[in-house]
């Protein structure tokens, strides 16, 4: 029952040495990368109603949250307008960068490497950072933070996190996929948020004739 910092162990400069090598820190980090997968895959021994829930999550969540979001654009109030502006700046911002990163350094997906089951067809294409999870990561993660009602908030987390979650369940990206995509739609949803008021505060001055104010 001791704290991490309690074990002497870990304080051994050996222990640490790795982590100062580059190359046996990206050996650990892979090694962490695989573990997880194969606890995180499905496997044929799993129930197969998580099978049909990761399906129905890879395939169905992310037009039901598109079209949620067309919606709202169309039919909600303003403060729900600006909320899907902000959502889809998030979201084009986060598809490009990704899109980027797959062009300059294409990394496999785990069925071409013959690792886990595959539980759906998929071309192989590059797999980091994965797609669908930074961008269901920038859709949940800014409605969260941004959106008018705390509850629905939270179960547009909950939609990015089940989509992000099936990625490796559906055994076509590693953990790190996932959990890249993530970082980077936390980043970029950040900044998103960190601009918009900015661009309200210029907007309304120009309207009103005020000088503008620059930061």
Do not use: K, Y
Not at 28 to 50: I, V
Not at 60 to 87: D, E, I, K, N, S
Not at 168 to 190: I, N, Y
């Amino acid at each position: 029952g001791e704290w991490p910092w309690q074990n002497r162990r870990l304080w051994r400069p050996r222990v640490w040495s790795r982590w100062a090598d580059p190359v046996s820190a990206l050996d650990a980090l892979d090694a962490w990368n695989l573990a997880l997968f194969a606890r995180w895959n499905l496997a044929p021994s799993d129930p197969f109603w998580l099978v049909h829930l990761a399906r129905m999550a890879s395939a169905w969540l992310p037009g039901l949250a598109l079209g949620w979001l067309c919606l709202v654009m169309v039919f909600g109030p303003m403060r729900w307008r600006r909320l899907v502006v902000q959502a889809a700046v998030a979201m084009g911002v986060v598809w490009l960068l990704v899109r980027g990163i797959h062009l300059q350094w294409p990394s496999p997906r785990p069925f071409v490497l013959g690792l886990g089951h595959a539980w759906i067809d998929h071309r192989p294409t590059a797999g980091f950072p994965s797609h669908h999870a930074a961008i269901a990561m920038a859709f949940g993660l800014l409605c969260l933070i941004a959106s008018p009602s705390r509850w629905i908030g939270l179960l547009c987390l909950a939609t990015g996190l089940l989509i992000a979650w099936s990625r490796v369940a559906l055994g076509v990206h590693f953990p790190r996929d996932v959990l890249a995509g993530g970082l980077l739609s936390l980043l970029v949803v950040s900044l998103v948020l960190w601009l918009t008021p900015q661009a309200q505060r210029r907007q309304a001055a120009a309207a009103s004739g005020g000088p503008v104010e620059r930061e």
